[in-house]
């Protein structure tokens, strides 16, 4: 069995562990024992994406926020690929695109996504984007994703759209625009471009990724069918996203993907 992830570390902004803050050396230790737990988390989690067929070349990144320096992230390097990534692969970032710690290239996008992200939401410990086939076919569509089927339910009002595509996002002023569109969401789509996740642990922002790509997939083979998709009543798409975003829920499907796939 796993080690599970920690829930909320008392009082230090940026944190999310089962840790209670006590005399400053054993808060110290719970803090560098958490920041190895994400570590494990996102290079687990970045495997996994590899093998689910998200990665694209070089393209694609996920984070998680450090939370001995908050102000910090780690994120997986430019030019390696998902399913080769070990925690110690990642590197330590900050806001202005420098490696802190850890050996390799930092990919641009990656930190000016992930830097306002991370900046203009405290809440989000990880966030998550690749350009996974089906994320990438249903964002051409400019359309938010329907409740048609339980999985898709988690994102009834809790998605949103950033349609200004300029290429690739190589500017501040782009990176911010993507960062304010997102809002309080933890869903993502930008047109033309993929889906991207925030969430406050790196094993949600995970499994809502997958959940998100398989609900594109989904919808996309619905709307083909002969008849379309039924929508399902907004009441009760809203209750079952309640549950569906359980932090619980999503350390469980997080735990049964590596069993599978690690």
């Known amino acids: 069995m796993r080690s599970q992830p920690s829930a909320e570390l008392s009082k230090h902004p940026g944190s999310s562990g089962n840790v209670t803050a006590g005399d400053?050396?054993?808060l110290e230790t719970a803090l560098h024992a958490e920041r190895a737990q994400r570590k494990k988390d996102l290079a687990t989690s970045l495997r996994i994406f590899g093998k689910l067929g998200f990665?694209?070349?070089a393209i694609g990144h996920m984070t998680a926020r450090d939370p001995v320096r908050p102000e910090l992230f780690w994120v997986n390097p430019y030019r390696?690929?998902?399913?080769?990534?070990?925690p110690e692969d990642l590197l330590l970032a900050d806001a202005r695109g420098s490696v802190v710690e850890g050996s390799g290239i930092l990919n641009g996008p990656a930190y000016l996504i992930h830097a306002r992200i991370h900046e203009a939401?405290?809440?989000v410990v990880s966030a998550a984007h690749a350009h996974s086939p089906a994320g990438v076919a249903w964002s051409s569509t400019g359309r938010l994703l329907d409740p048609i089927s339980q999985d898709s339910c988690a994102l009834f009002e809790r998605q949103a759209i950033y349609r200004?595509?300029?290429g690739i996002i190589d500017n501040d002023a782009e990176a911010t625009a993507v960062a304010e569109h997102l809002g309080e969401q933890p869903f993502l789509i930008l047109q033309n471009h993929g889906i991207l996740t925030a969430a406050p642990t790196v094993r949600a922002a995970f499994w809502w990724f997958v959940n998100m790509d398989r609900s594109c997939r989904v919808q996309l083979l619905a709307e083909s069918s002969r008849h379309g998709p039924v929508l399902i009543p907004q009441a009760i798409a809203r209750r079952t996203a309640s549950v569906a975003l359980d932090l619980g829920f999503a350390d469980e499907c997080f735990e049964a993907l590596a069993d599978e796939w690690t």
Do not use: V
């Open 164 to 166: 200004e595509f300029g």
């Open 24 to 26: 400053g050396a054993s």
């Open 55 to 57: 990665s694209h070349g």
């Open 80 to 86: 390696r690929a998902f399913a080769t990534i070990m």
């Open 121 to 123: 939401r405290p809440d």
